[in-house]
């Protein structure tokens, strides 16, 4: 059996290794937290043996990544700062064992032996993956695949700090989610999580929002209001599908968070304020700049620690686990007693495209569960139209909410305004023997714009001329 074992002193890693290796244990050693994720990351063990205080990363942190990673592998604690305190706590964030350095071997021996023990008389459902404790904000995530597995250890690691993070991926991936875990991750989980959708709200009603107002300051003001970054104080401000705020609220954002105060519409004493900022988008933000549709130097106060994740189709390993989760979620809620689903209605779930990633995925399985009225769900109760099924630039896929047809549309446009846009600058570069100069010239172009836009399709003129392509 493979153990993992964890401790920044060396003595420590060495004195475990020679006693775990003197009971035919397979041993690993990471002297910190960091190099222990990255090992979890790699393979699977058994066993997980980790220091409580260490600098960086915290054993507390490590049992949480176990958690994640590998949710079904028993975690003792070690430590030399012994207190009832610290033992009650190791054990209610889901530690099996704890012992107290200096420790003698048989101590050690027997904890480990007991540990593997109640791991191997436990139930194991192959199917799906262990829930994770909701206090730990991961409990709506579910996927074993490397993909998530990333995601899972960028959330351990940017939770630990207070610095700005900027959350990608296509709707319906989990960016809420994702905000959501890396507030109850920090120091700052029993402090306010705000979330404001930048979408939801017109241009004056989200500076607002977000700033504050005194009584009698615009029409409508009839009393005096506290700007959510006051009510996030000390804890975190989400800003969901921020590429939405229009520029003359990009510039005022800008300012406040540079100087960590603001002043309310219509007051004129500046506030401090002291929050985690996390902002989301569907969207590239890059080309906006580009379009000049975006500040560059907002970009960057936001994108520090940048979070990308993925669309479904990239980790359709974790179809099956999603599916079944989501099932015995349904049926619970529904109070059904279904069996499962029919081999087609599967085999469709598990080779449809999602555009609407998870949350598609989500109401998919709701909606069959629901609809279902024998043992088991037929594919005619997931609804997903069979006319649309092979229809051309649809992936099989009808929008059934307003929300799904928004991003289907935006998908769709955005789909068909890159064809064109390829198929343009080729033609400019065929006709001018590809000199990117003159191609910019003969389309009324400049040549700095012309070479964003070869940039952002991926087109490089180096590779289509070394090639011959004409």
Known sequence: MNILVVDDEAVIREGLTRILEGDSFAVEVAKNGHTAIEILQQREFDLII????MPGMSGFEVLNAVKILQPDKPVIMITGFATVETAVDAMK?????????PFAPDQILEKVHRALEQKKNSPDDIYIRKEID???????????????QKVYHRIIQVAA???????TGESGTGKELAARAIHKNSSRRDQPFVAVDCTALAENLLESELFGHVKGSFTGAVQTKMGLLMVADGGTLFLDEVSNISLSTQAKLLRVLQE???TPIGGTQPVAFNIRLVAATNKNLKPMIA???FREDLYFRLNIIPLDLPPLRERKGDLPLLIRHFFNKFVQEVGKDLKGFAPDAMEFLENYAYPGNVRELVNTIERAVVLAE???????????AEAAEGAPGFDGYVPTTAEDLKEMKRQIRDRSVESVEKAFVMNALKRSNWNISRAAEETGMLRPNFQTMLKRLGISVKDYFEKGVN
């Not at 980790?50 to 205080?53: M, R, S």
């Open 161 to 167: 700090t207070d610095s700005t993070v900027l959350i």
């Open 374 to 384: 024998g043992s088991v769900v037929q594919k005619e109760n997931l609804e997903l």
């Open 93 to 101: 964030n889901g530690a099996v064992d704890y012992i107290v350095k």
């Open 260 to 262: 960590r105060q603001v």
């Open 134 to 148: 909701c206090h730990h904000g991961f409990d709506q995530f579910v996927g074993e695949s490397r993909e998530m």
């Open 291 to 293: 379009d000049g549709k």
């Open 50 to 53: 980790t220091d409580l205080k």
